[in-house]
């Protein structure tokens, strides 16, 4: 413990000598919805946090709305107190925020590791389903690739408007897919790259979507998937304030327009054992297709996580390259689990199905579980889109049917942890019941 104090603290000093004109550091951890909330340090307080004085939040801050709202969720919230709990600074992720008005820092917090580590903090549930891999000898490398949209800064009628092009106001003369567009919008898009490296984050290929407007960063594999799932939530953070500076809104709101295809996360996973070998390159692959069919049992009961809102259900189906059943394939965008060609050195699977507003944390954890658990059943996968185009399981395409689905499964429960997935499957429920509290527009053209 002297020993990580002693590297915090020489992070923090070393911090405040190359930045001495930033006064205060934003502490930041996620939320269930995944949203960051924390509290704004005097950066010679957060000297004395990393020399080792208590660092605490309230415990009830985790399980916040998509609205930043509190639900009863069991005794949590009104029935308990309102408990602090104790937190940690992630060694390594203070780092100047360069997109706000005035010199600030950011750091992340966390509670795993800790004591008494929140049993519902996603980075927590991560962190326990890693150290069950590790100590079962396997190894996870991954990688995210986030797709989003810049929209035009000012909202009209409070719908987005897609972002202008320096050479034209019409989204069909945007070239999708092309190189021109990344030229066009090049200015922001490449100090969104530069903003992300400055924050430790591995940005390697940009690439511009098929949606006007929308755009996807790839960032490097990482032998550390607690450190891949924060650089994937950091990025989210400074590409929407980078994007502000520049006179845009950055959203990766799952399905922003019904016209134009959804943005999502995918997610690239390896797995090695401590001598360096690919696990599911062994024994003619038959360990990728007993991984695969883990992925596939487990997902009609995780998609809570990966769609985790009402806009993520619509990304689903109609549009390029997004299932509405559970698959899988080679070198196949259509399925929800791709195999992409490579080596039996980097042998992986590629989870397409999150969308891009999901919770890293637990959209990761939930895909390491399908893994392990098909590892541990050794069941063979039904037959590939490559076979059988009709190839695949259903699963939930609506919130509250997700819930159930989810919330009994045993495995999930067991992976995950029952009191994490009881507290998740209330918090989606209620957000989603709240969401329906309110009469749009064309319910008065339709019933009035």
Same mark, same amino acid.
């Given at each position: 413990?002297?020993?990580?104090?002693?590297?915090?603290?020489?992070?923090v000093?070393?911090?405040?000598?190359?930045?001495?004109?930033?006064?205060?550091?934003?502490?930041?951890?996620?939320?269930?919805?995944?949203?960051?909330?924390?509290?704004?340090?005097?950066?010679?307080?957060?000297?004395?946090?990393?020399?080792?004085?208590?660092?605490?939040? @309230?415990?009830?801050?985790?399980?916040?709305?998509?609205?930043?709202?509190?639900?009863?969720?069991?005794?949590?919230?009104?029935?308990?107190?309102?408990?602090?709990?104790?937190?940690?600074?992630?060694?390594?992720?203070?780092?100047?925020?360069?997109?706000?008005? !005035?010199?600030?820092?950011?750091m992340?917090?966390?509670?795993?590791?800790?004591?008494?580590?929140?049993?519902?903090?996603?980075?927590?549930?991560?962190?326990?389903?890693?150290?069950?891999?590790?100590?079962?000898?396997?190894? @996870?490398?991954?990688?995210?690739?986030?797709?989003?949209?810049?929209?035009?800064?000012?909202?009209?009628s409070?719908?987005?408007?897609?972002?202008?092009?320096?050479?034209?106001?019409?989204?069909?003369?945007?070239?999708?897919?092309h190189?021109?567009?990344?030229?066009?919008?090049?200015?922001?898009?490449?100090?969104?790259?530069?903003?992300?490296?400055?924050?430790?984050?591995?940005?390697?290929?940009?690439?511009?979507?098929?949606? @006007?407007?929308?755009?996807?960063?790839?960032?490097?594999?990482?032998?550390?998937?607690?450190?891949?799932?924060?650089?994937?939530?950091?990025?989210?953070?400074?590409?929407?304030?980078?994007?502000?500076?520049?006179?845009?809104?950055?959203?990766?709101?799952?399905?922003?327009?019904?016209?134009?295809?959804?943005?999502?996360?995918?997610?690239?996973?390896?797995?090695?054992?401590?001598?360096?070998?690919?696990?599911?390159?062994?024994?003619?692959? !038959?360990?990728?297709?007993?991984?695969?069919?883990?992925?596939l049992?487990?997902?009609?009961?995780?998609?809570?996580?990966?769609?985790?809102?009402?806009?993520?259900?619509?990304?689903?189906?109609?549009?390029?390259?997004?299932?509405t059943?559970?698959?899988?394939?080679?070198?196949?965008?259509?399925?929800?689990?791709?195999?992409?060609?490579?080596?039996?050195?980097n042998?992986?699977?590629?989870?397409?199905l999150?969308?891009?507003?999901?919770?890293?944390?637990?959209?990761?954890?939930?895909?390491?579980?399908?893994?392990?658990?098909?590892?541990?059943?050794?069941?063979?996968?039904?037959?590939?889109?490559?076979?059988d185009?009709?190839?695949?399981?259903?699963?939930p395409?609506?919130?509250?049917?997700?819930?159930?689905?989810?919330?009994?499964?045993?495995?999930?429960?067991?992976?995950?942890?029952?009191?994490?997935?009881?507290v998740?499957?209330?918090?989606?429920? !209620?957000?989603?019941?709240a969401f329906?509290?309110?009469?749009?527009?064309?319910?008065?053209?339709?019933?009035?």
């Open positions: 413990m002297k020993s990580h104090s002693s590297t915090l603290l020489a992070e000093r070393t911090f405040r000598q190359n930045h001495p004109d930033v006064r205060y550091v934003d502490l930041i951890a996620l939320d269930i919805p995944g949203h960051f909330y924390g509290k704004r340090y005097p950066v010679d307080m957060l000297e004395k946090v990393a020399a080792g004085s208590p660092l605490k939040m @309230p415990q009830n801050a985790v399980l916040l709305g998509a609205q930043g709202g509190l639900f009863k969720i069991g005794d949590y919230c009104f029935h308990d107190g309102d408990p602090d709990a104790s937190r940690r600074l992630v060694p390594g992720t203070l780092k100047p925020v360069s997109w706000e008005s !005035q010199p600030l820092g950011q992340l917090m966390t509670s795993d590791g800790t004591e008494a580590p929140i049993e519902f903090e996603p980075r927590e549930v991560l962190a326990k389903v890693l150290e069950r891999l590790h100590h079962k000898g396997i190894h @996870p490398v991954v990688a995210f690739e986030l797709e989003f949209y810049l929209f035009d800064k000012k909202l009209y409070g719908l987005p408007q897609f972002a202008r092009d320096p050479l034209s106001d019409d989204p069909d003369d945007q070239p999708n897919l190189i021109e567009r990344l030229s066009r919008f090049s200015e922001v898009l490449d100090d969104m790259a530069q903003t992300a490296k400055d924050q430790g984050i591995d940005i390697t290929v940009i690439t511009a979507e098929l949606g @006007p407007g929308q755009f996807e960063i790839n960032f490097g594999h990482l032998d550390d998937g607690l450190r891949a799932a924060d650089w994937a939530a950091l990025f989210c953070r400074s590409t929407r304030g980078v994007a502000l500076k520049h006179g845009y809104r950055a959203s990766f709101m799952a399905k922003p327009y019904l016209q134009y295809p959804g943005s999502g996360m995918h997610v690239h996973v390896s797995l090695y054992d401590g001598a360096g070998n690919n696990v599911l390159a062994a024994h003619q692959q !038959q360990p990728l297709r007993h991984a695969v069919a883990g992925c049992e487990l997902l009609p009961h995780c998609m809570p996580i990966f769609s985790p809102n009402h806009n993520a259900f619509r990304r689903l189906g109609g549009t390029v390259n997004a299932a059943r559970a698959s899988w394939g080679f070198e196949d965008r259509d399925a929800c689990v791709r195999i992409p060609e490579s080596d039996p050195r042998l992986r699977i590629e989870h397409r999150a969308s891009a507003d999901a919770n890293p944390y637990l959209v990761l954890a939930a895909i390491l579980a399908g893994l392990e658990h098909g590892l541990e059943a050794r069941q063979e996968p039904f037959a590939p889109l490559n076979e185009r009709n190839s695949g399981a259903d699963f395409l609506e919130m509250l049917d997700a819930v159930r689905a989810m919330q009994h499964q045993p495995v999930v429960r067991d992976k995950l942890g029952g009191e994490f997935v009881d998740y499957c209330e918090n989606k429920r !209620q957000d989603h019941l329906q509290q309110e009469i749009n527009a064309r319910e008065y053209r339709w019933f009035l």
